[in-house]
């Protein structure tokens, strides 16, 4: 078993920037890829980033591309997510999962944490 632990949401005014952070513990060898996914209030879940776990390939959802940035600490095990220009359908519950695959899709990620709010004010 994954445990994931995020830090980092809070309250922001468009425009402004945010860093996600996800620490992984356990068993982190069965990871391959790690994904930030967002939710906002009365949509369904959706894809924002993942990175694999060795940190060489990144991949974005259209809406963030050149707004948000994925990365990792190897040492620490951790994948932040650096949010820029955030608008207001930025806001939603971030969550970071771990997949033992290489997906974008949610049901491929087996191991989430337990989320993080990120408001973006207008």
């Known amino acids: 078993q994954v445990q994931l632990v995020e830090s980092g949401g809070g309250l922001v005014q468009a425009g402004g920037s945010l860093r996600l952070s996800c620490a992984a513990s356990?068993?982190?060898?069965?990871?391959?890829?790690m994904g930030w996914f967002r939710q906002a209030p009365g949509k369904e879940r959706e894809f924002a980033a993942a990175i694999s776990w060795s940190g060489s390939r990144t991949f974005y959802a259209d809406s963030v591309k050149g707004r948000f940035t994925i990365s990792r600490d190897n040492r620490r095990n951790t994948v932040y997510l650096q949010m820029n220009s955030l608008k207001t359908d930025d806001t939603g519950v971030y969550s970071c999962?771990?997949?033992?695959?290489?997906?974008?899709?949610?049901?491929?990620?087996?191991?989430w944490g337990q989320g993080t709010q990120v408001t973006v004010s207008s």
């Open positions: 999962a771990a997949s033992e695959g290489y997906a974008l899709t949610d049901r491929y990620y087996n191991n």
């Open positions: 356990g068993r982190t060898r069965s990871i391959n890829m």
